[in-house]
């Protein structure tokens, strides 16, 4: 009984463990760092198309522009968009003036 006890003490103090556990320390960082390097990939992509549409919308107004027809298209292009009214509650007129 001792003697299983005694290799099973070695195995543990034995250099295997240290190793075990700096390779899932290094799993877990190299796992870390792909989904930071994923994540910025994803956000340039968006910064990049959301751009070329910029582009391609301002070159639509400039191309307006010559037809006269889109004086204030760049003023409504580059006006800060309006807020999100997607978890607004509407309640009706009639509904507030009974209150």
Request: include cysteine; hydrophobic fraction near 50%.
């Amino acid at each position: 009984m001792q003697a299983i006890a005694m290799r099973l003490l070695d195995a543990m103090h034995h250099a295997v463990w240290p190793r075990i556990l700096a390779g899932l320390t290094i799993m877990a960082l190299l796992g870390s760092f792909h989904e930071v390097v994923r994540g910025g990939v994803q956000q340039g992509e968006t910064r990049r198309v959301a751009t070329a549409a910029h582009a391609d919308r301002v070159w639509r107004c400039q191309a307006l522009r010559v037809l006269h027809a889109g004086d204030g298209c760049l003023l409504r292009l580059n006006a800060p968009a309006l807020p999100q009214l997607e978890n607004i509650a509407i309640v009706p007129l009639a509904d507030q003036m009974r209150r």
